[in-house]
């Protein structure tokens, strides 16, 4: 089915490790976005990629990085994970052409940092 | 900026009771309006949206909303609930060709048996 996919769906981290939170859609979308979802405090933009090849920051990016590799991908990174960044992460896509505006989400990673 | 701000975060209906979950925006310039189910342990699933035109509209699972310029207002009505309506449903705005979204904190619907 076409959509977009999030892997893994679950990781837990020590304080410190890495890692790095892969999606990818098949709707060719130019538009992708990383967000983070907390209790009471809805979803948060961390990241997006407007095209390939370009990438901005969004609400909340201290702690990470992230890469549009192709227009299918767009990878986001915790180069060194904290407790604070606990949470459950959702990418998303769209393409904003006139009257189709709205996202497309992935189902999320839920990661716990310890 | 746009801001948008969902009044209750926890809203309790019984089943086949009206349903009505409040979402007022801020914008300086004409907003697109959208409303999100998340069902637990998934992605968020739009609902229906307003971008331009009726300003009454009809998404899935029976669900509709009014876009109010003069109450600044996008509330999500349901005639009758249902027992699969128990979720989070967050409102949304994007200011007119904007992509990007800013989102509720959203509000948990739980239905009454």
């Known amino acids: 089915n076409a959509g977009v996919t999030q892997t893994p769906k679950f990781q837990v981290l020590k304080t410190g490790q890495s890692m790095t939170l892969q999606c990818a859609q098949d709707?060719?979308?130019?538009?992708m976005y990383w967000y983070r979802q907390d209790p009471g405090m809805g979803l948060r933009l961390i990241y997006y990629s407007a095209s390939e090849g370009t990438t901005d920051k969004g609400e909340v990016p201290n702690g990470y990085n992230v890469s549009r590799l192709n227009k299918r991908e767009f990878s986001l990174r915790l180069e060194s994970a904290a407790p604070s960044q606990t949470s459950v992460y959702f990418c998303a896509s769209t393409e904003p052409v006139a009257g189709n505006y709205g996202y497309t989400f992935g189902s999320g990673t839920r990661l716990t940092v310890v | 900026a746009q801001s948008v701000t969902q009044l209750g975060s926890h809203v309790s209906v019984s089943e086949g009771a009206l349903v009505l979950l409040r979402c007022n925006y801020s914008?300086?310039?004409?907003?697109?309006l959208f409303w999100y189910v998340q069902y637990p342990n998934q992605g968020l699933q739009l609902l229906l949206k307003?971008?331009?035109?009726?300003?009454l509209v009809k998404g899935i699972n029976g669900f509709e909303a009014e876009f109010k310029k003069s109450e600044t207002s996008f509330h999500l009505t349901k005639p009758s609930a249902h027992m699969s309506d128990a979720a989070e449903y967050f409102c949304?705005?994007?200011?007119?060709?904007?992509?990007?979204?800013?989102f509720g904190t959203g509000t948990r619907l739980t239905i009454i048996p």
């Open positions: 709707m060719n979308h130019n538009s």
């Open positions: 949304a705005v994007s200011d007119a060709g904007d992509e990007k979204l800013t």
């Open positions: 307003y971008t331009t035109g009726a300003t």
């Open positions: 914008s300086s310039v004409p907003p697109y």
